[in-house]
Structures are given as structure tokens and as C-alpha cells.
């Protein structure tokens, strides 16, 4: 009989859990948690983007994503701003709060990798890092 370890999506779950708790214990003080910082993540790649498109990148329900909009903004690490060509609009954007706050949480997040990743070499976490890209994103490719 195969022991629960022997699957690998068991522990990716696992591992995937784990993660989310020690992130979620780093953002505590904040107030934020792991979904908030990566609403955060991915707005500092952009110059803003619009609700519909955090939730389809995110994967996240849209009526999750107006949440955890609404609780960044209370914060000020975003804001909503007119979408160009469309009045009806919002375009979400970091501000230079949120842009401050996601330098630290950035730190929590190496922390984190650290805890979760020490019994592996350096050589190792890049090559772990890179099978987990391939496997979030298979139609991109490698």
C-alpha cells in the first residue's frame, strides 16, 4: 500500500498549506493576507489594471477580488483610478504606500521560502522553482 507521502500532488497540497500559513502569519500584523499581497504582487508589474483582469490572472472569484480591493484601498496601498478610453471603468493601481508595504512583505515572502526551502541547496531551490513554473503555467512552456 502507497503512504500518503507517495503522492506528489498530496504533497504539493501539503506544502502549498504550509506556505499559506507561515506567509499568513508573516502579514498578520498588517492586517493583509497572502491573496492581498498577491493582488499587490501583480499590480507592481503593471501600470494598473482593471478588476475583471486581477481576477482572471489571479484566479480568484471577481466578488473576492472587489473584497480584497476594497481592504487594500482602505489601507491606501491602492487605489482606483478612471480607466483610459472607458469612463465606466476603474483601472487598480499600487501606490507608493503599497509599492513601500510590498518591499516588506517581499522580505516576509524570502523568509518564508527560506523556512519552507532550508533543507534544499541553492542549485536545488532554483531547480524546484523552475519545475513549479512549468507546472503553473503549462501553456507557456518552459
Known sequence: MRGLHSDTGYLLY????????????ALQESGLRL???AVLRYLATTEGALQRELSERLGYDPSAIVG????????????????????????VALTRAGEAFLRDADDASRQVTDQLAGP??????????????????????A
Open 68 to 91: 480584497l480591493v476594497d481592504d487594500l484601498e482602505r489601507k491606501e496601498l491602492v487605489e482606483r483610478r478612471p480607466a483610459p478610453g472607458d469612463r465606466r471603468s476603474r483601472v
Open 35 to 37: 491573496r492581498h499581497y
Open 120 to 141: 534544499l541547496s541553492p542549485r536545488e531551490r532554483e531547480t524546484l522553482h523552475d519545475l513549479l513554473l512549468r507546472i503553473a503555467r503549462p501553456d507557456e512552456g
Open 14 to 25: 501539503r506544502i502549498g498549506l504550509r506556505s499559506g500559513q507561515l506567509f499568513n502569519a
